[in-house]
């Protein structure tokens, strides 16, 4: 493998200058009076069936005693309850209570680290802390959570509703709720114990493999102690190659590096592997981790690159989108994706830095300034700039050379299509370990994030439409990948608990702790497949992955797309061009 060279460019000089005055993220939690007649939607402002979710209440407990009382009092009254956060980043409906008479519980001032014990090498915190008040407190201690995504903006409590997690193949593996050791959760209960009762569960507890990742079943995670260790450093060198041998290098890589990950350019026929790995602590460096697509950025920018990404899909200038996708990962590789050897400027690898500094980022969170320009974070709903799907999977390692063989098919018969992809910044892929818990990772295998365009027409295909629904469905149904529980569109979520071998012990606790399905909606229902309808069948539904073609009037035939076998997989049914 060879290094990356680095240099600076103008159009990277241009898209970096402006990060400079931050804008705090709008509460996804709306009300029309004093916290009751609300809405609720997530950070990027729509959910994958563009509807809107209502709830008749909203609470912002601060302590245990207040979700105690709340709950109490919801399931006194027989009302729905969901668990919402800060900043809401999981993109399907778990967010949303059924109907509109439902309870909200936001976990927004939860938000306290209330003990770092040093000796112990643990941390509790409430389930409203962020991972980086976690990462930073921690640090203080001389202490470090090792796995995490990468992105901070995400709550302790968020990230074990969906399983969020890093990348690694080491020890326990990349997931957050690998490193848990206690659980406290408040759940409903019955009369003569109060309306409310709060569960402490510990490593000897089997229901912790429940609640580890509870997709907001269960109740609500008041406090969570987390096992931690010696704060270290690592050592970044990202390495480009030619993807030729991608597939054959993909396990082998990630059982060499411990914080190993794989960005793939599958259009320009580039891999950029992250050689990532612990190094004694007293090696020099102060390296810094600020990953430029997580920067705040001026929304005259973030609206002109979405127009521009608009243009080009209208006008089916499928050369044009190339061309900027190759702009936008030169400008994002020449400065080494905003890695910085001391904070400042990044000089060469390898960059070596503690980890608190670079296992993850997010400075677009940042707080309200009175300056002349107001920046956001790219997703921010309030003004016109990203608007995407993201379909994410983990292939078990047994079959993800197979899966890697059939996207390169993919792309010798369209090259251009994966254009759309690295756009945005290609395919991200990273490694998973089994779990322990109940709806953990079933097996070893690597996660690919996948991320494009999203019209906000929802009767508008993309180009290449086609192309995007057979990867999906090649992952998800040919090698039977399973969906990121806070990511994708509803067909990734298809007969997903046949696929787990312990759905059945985790809806057996679901029933105990909370029997008359406080917690549930008629969506969740659907995606633990107690209930028929997560599919539906309507015009245009298959544009937005709300079911898999069955007939042409699921695409869009109008406009010349018509409902085809994949070009791959023969199996799959995809929006295609006539003729295509």
Not at 214 to 225: A, E, K, M, P, R
């Amino acid at each position: 493998m060879s290094q990356l060279s680095f240099k600076s460019t103008p159009f990277l000089l241009f898209f970096l200058g402006f990060y400079v005055v931050l804008s705090t993220p709008e509460d996804p939690i709306n009300c029309s009076s004093h916290n009751t007649n609300c809405t609720i939607t997530n950070s990027y402002g729509i959910f994958p069936d563009r509807s809107i979710c209502q709830a008749q209440k909203v609470f912002y407990p601060t302590q245990e005693e207040d979700l105690l009382r709340v709950v109490a009092s919801a399931t006194r009254k027989g009302k729905k309850m969901k668990v919402a956060t800060r900043f809401s980043h999981s993109i399907p409906k778990w967010v949303c209570p059924e109907g509109h008479n439902g309870w909200l519980i936001s976990t927004k001032y939860l938000n306290r680290v209330m003990e770092i014990d040093a000796e112990k090498r643990t941390a509790r915190v409430q389930s409203g802390v962020t991972l980086k008040q976690l990462m930073e407190e921690a640090a203080k201690a001389g202490l470090a959570l090792p796995y995490t995504p990468y992105w901070w903006g995400l709550t302790m409590g968020g990230i074990l509703g969906t399983g969020a997690h890093g990348s690694s193949l080491r020890g326990k593996g990349g997931a957050v709720h690998e490193q848990v050791v206690e659980i406290r959760i408040v759940t409903p209960a019955p009369s003569e114990h109060g309306y409310a009762k709060l569960h402490i569960l510990t490593e000897e507890d089997q229901h912790l493999n429940a609640a580890k990742v509870s997709l907001g079943l269960l109740g609500v995670i008041s406090q969570i102690t987390f096992k931690l260790e010696p704060l270290f450093k690592r050592s970044i060198t990202y390495v480009k190659e030619n993807d030729s041998n991608l597939e054959n290098q993909v396990i082998t890589f990630g059982q060499e590096h411990e914080f190993a990950d794989i960005i793939w350019y599958p259009t320009q026929h580039k891999a950029v592997y992250r050689v990532d790995d612990r190094v004694p602590i007293h090696t020099s460096g102060n390296a810094v981790y600020d990953f430029i697509p997580f920067r705040s950025t001026p929304a005259t920018q973030l609206q002109l690159l979405r127009t521009t990404e608009e243009a080009v899909e209208f006008t089916g200038d499928a050369k044009g989108k190339c061309l900027v996708a190759k702009t936008a990962t030169n400008a994002l590789i020449a400065t080494a994706y905003g890695l910085t050897n001391n904070d400042l400027v990044f000089s060469g690898f390898p960059a070596v830095g503690f980890h608190n500094h670079i296992q993850a980022s997010g400075s677009c969170l940042g707080s309200d300034r009175n300056t002349k320009m107001t920046t956001f974070c790219p997703w921010d709903s309030r003004i016109k700039g990203e608007f995407f799907h993201q379909t994410a999977f983990s292939i078990g390692l047994s079959v993800v050379k197979n899966f890697i063989e059939d996207l390169k098919k993919l792309v010798e018969l369209e090259p251009k299509a994966f254009c759309g992809i690295e756009m945005h910044n290609g395919i991200l892929m990273r490694y998973v370990k089994g779990s322990s818990a109940y709806l953990g990772k079933q097996e070893d295998g690597v996660e690919f994030d996948i991320t494009y365009y999203r019209s906000r027409d929802p009767m508008a295909p993309r180009l290449y439409e086609d192309i995007f629904e057979e990867i999906e469905q090649i992952g998800i149904f040919k090698y039977g990948g399973l969906p990121h529980w806070g990511k994708n569109r509803n067909v990734a979520f298809e007969g997903v608990m046949n696929k787990y071998k312990n759905a059945d012990k985790f809806l057996k606790v679901k029933d105990e702790y909370d029997p008359e399905r406080l917690f549930s909606s008629e969506w969740s229902d659907q995606v633990l497949g107690l209930k028929e309808g997560l599919m539906v069948s309507k015009d245009g539904c298959a544009l937005e992955g709300l079911c898999i073609c069955s007939n042409h009037n699921h695409c869009a035939p109008t406009k010349g797309y018509f409902c085809r076998p994949g070009k791959v997989y023969k199996k799959a049914r995809v929006c295609a061009v006539s003729g295509s």
